[in-house]
């Protein structure tokens, strides 16, 4: 019952895309909307993404200290791993699961706010491709902006642990920075970015789909909205799987 139930909501979920990727009625009204939704799904969430970043770092950089206190290990590794795992998987997959919470919530929220007190159904009858118009500028502006947000938690992760080199004895600030500059692989800030355009689209089309097959009232959208985010989380650590097997092997 449970396979048959998923297998019928995937199916569901594939002919929402094909709705949703259809070209735009009027081009300039999809600029308009994507503008606006890179304003409040993108630039909205820079504060968080920096105070979570920069804390996340220093939290990092901490246990790394902790954690290699044999004489035998350098003292630079500290900063080394510290890049690591921000680049490789805070960056990336972490970050997208906390942004699965806010910004999948609000997409699935709003649109599901909008099918219950009917303006898609308005949206329909005047001959709109509903899906195309509320769906495909959110998808698009989550798209174009998660690199920026990747790129701002990468660096705001590494000034985190910058400060806790700088203001406590634990590790010098110059093993800190020899640290992150060792064996530097540029291919993983790729990894992570091309990992994040993928988590983006999971998070964005998800909660799109979940908020506009809402059926109910206001008690049905808060349901709609923590299906979304649970089923996104799901998601993306299924495709951080297959995507690190992918790139990294």
Known sequence: MLLTDSLATFGKYCLFIKRVFALPDRWHVFLRRTIFEISKLGVDSIPLVLIISLFIGAVITIQMQLNIMSPLIPSYSVGLATREIILLEFSSSILCLILAGKVGSNIASEIGTMRVTEQIDAL???????????????ITAFLLFMPVLVVFCMGTSLIGGYLIALLTDMIPVSRYIYGIQTLFNEWYVWYGLIKSLFFSFIISSVASFFGYYVKGGALDVGKSSTNAVVTSSILILLFDVLLTKLLLQ
Request: net charge neutral; charged share 15%; glycine share 6%.
């Open 124 to 138: 329909e009858i005047m001959g709109v491709n509903s899906c195309n118009f509320l769906v495909l500028p959110k």
